[in-house]
């Protein structure tokens, strides 16, 4: 029960911390940027291949080829070069995992939950510390929805709009559970598990 506990846990992390305003791989600071931010002035493409799909790499390739050519007339020709390498390589990324890309966002801006922890365990070699948030924040958003559907639970049934809040309390209860445990096994949580509010 420990262990399934702790997977649910690690899975179900962003369900409970609060929205940020970033993303990851689309900031100066993202892993992409910093990739190609070495890559580029040394003249190898190879290190940053591997953030993008096998059948994007021709359009990775060419592009920056394209801005080592353009690179060599200048200081602000480098400058927009750069710039070009780097939003292609992050668009191309972003879109072999399916997510939107709307330009490129500047270092320090604020990451989606639990990133900058993830990556901070890797460069450190220890997960305990990104193990320990992480139960945290479960314990906190599951024993809130209990409370709150329980509570509304007692009253359910001194009027239809009160056992309406119950129905709306049980549902986010029980579809992020739902989820939690479908992010573990790798599946899809039920179909209308959107309406539970937590994702």
Avoid at 73 to 85: Q, T
Avoid at 150 to 174: F, I, P, Q, T
């Amino acid at each position: 029960m420990k262990k399934l506990f702790f997977l649910v846990s690690l899975a179900g992390f962003a369900f409970f911390w609060p929205k940020a305003a970033g993303a990851h791989c689309n900031t100066m600071d993202g892993p992409v940027a910093q990739e190609a931010g070495r890559s580029v002035p040394r003249g190898e493409v190879t290190p940053v291949l591997k953030w993008v799909r096998k059948e994007d790499e021709d359009e990775i390739r060419a592009a920056f080829e394209e801005t080592q050519k353009t690179r060599n007339s200048g200081p602000e020709a480098r400058k927009i070069a750069d710039r070009f390498f780097l939003e292609t390589l992050v668009r191309v990324h972003r879109a072999g995992e399916g997510a939107p890309y709307s330009g490129l966002l500047p270092a320090g801006t604020p990451l989606d939950p639990g990133i900058g922890e993830a990556d901070q365990s890797l460069q450190q070699g220890t997960v305990e510390p990104l193990m320990e948030l992480l139960l945290q924040h479960v314990r906190q958003g599951v024993r809130e929805r209990f409370q709150k559907a329980l509570d509304k639970k007692k009253r359910a049934e001194e009027s239809v709009d009160r056992g309406r809040e119950y129905v709306r309390a049980y549902v986010d209860y029980v579809h992020c559970v739902e989820r939690l445990f479908k992010a573990v096994e790798g599946g899809k949580a039920h179909a209308h598990s959107d309406e539970c509010g937590c994702a």
